[in-house]
């Protein structure tokens, strides 16, 4: 079964606009990362936030982590057309060392 | 920067043939991973290793195979191949920072190979 799963499945904004996407998983966690990956490539690290921490930026990129809800939001400030891809949450649970579980991602689409 | 390069971006074959997919990272990475990727079902692990002749199974090990025989080179291979493994493969790599815990570094990932099984 998935352990993170992102809301919404797609999202369509006007350029200029914020973009918030959420993932929610079910076990506790060490850590939690965000990725991205663009049509027909590999995905590519954004953000790594660990347990502890409750929000990490990165440029233009909001992460935040709330232990208690089990939940993460990722937030792009100023979208840009460069930003249309499809965003996953990855979760390193205590249960198992050995992996980090993906979500099925959002795929968000930047209108110009 | 970290460079995973898989040898093919598209490979068309037949089912029954024997599939080999192959992985080089360039950065001296401990850990290797294979992940299929389909429409819904989001990254599925393969195989994984930590380590040059490791191997451990993921959780759809079924019909694959690995090898692992030098630090920088991870190998898929499809023993029998079948509709169902057409998919996008993807490898990734990353360091081990103390003991093997895979959550706690980024991981970095290839192109990914669109395999098509007729």
């Known amino acids: 079964s998935q352990q993170g799963e992102e809301d919404p499945q797609a999202l369509s904004i006007q350029e200029g606009e914020n973009a918030t996407m959420n993932c929610s998983y079910k076990?506790?966690?060490?850590?939690l990362q965000w990725y991205r990956q663009n049509s027909g490539r590999g995905l590519v690290h954004l953000i790594l936030?660990?347990?502890?921490?409750r929000e990490k930026h990165s440029g233009r990129l909001r992460v935040t982590l709330d232990t208690s809800k089990k939940s993460s939001s990722l937030l792009i400030t100023a979208s840009r057309a460069a930003d249309t891809a499809s965003y996953f949450c990855?979760?390193?649970?205590?249960?198992?060392?050995?992996?980090?579980?993906f979500g099925s991602g959002t795929r968000l689409s930047i209108r110009p | 920067d970290v460079k995973v390069t898989q040898s093919s971006r598209y490979l068309v074959k037949r089912t029954g043939e024997k599939v080999f997919l192959e992985c080089v990272q360039d950065?001296?990475?401990?850990?290797m991973f294979w992940y299929r990727q389909d429409p819904g079902l989001g990254l599925r692990l393969i195989y994984f290793?930590?380590?040059?002749?490791?191997?451990e199974k993921g959780d759809i090990p079924e019909g694959y195979s690995v090898s692992r025989e030098k630090k920088e080179r991870f190998s898929l291979i499809l023993e029998s191949a079948s509709t169902n493994q057409t998919s996008m493969y993807l490898c990734?790599?990353?360091?081990?920072?103390?003991?093997?815990?895979?959550?706690?570094?980024?991981?970095?990932f290839g192109d990914g190979t669109r395999l098509s099984i007729l």
């Open positions: 076990t506790s966690i060490n850590n």
């Open positions: 950065m001296d990475h401990e850990n």
């Open positions: 290793s930590y380590d040059v002749k490791m191997k």
């Open positions: 936030i660990r347990s502890n921490e």
């Open positions: 990855a979760t390193d649970p205590y249960s198992s060392a050995s992996k980090i579980i």
């Open positions: 990734a790599s990353s360091p081990r920072r103390g003991p093997p815990r895979f959550g706690n570094q980024p991981q970095h």
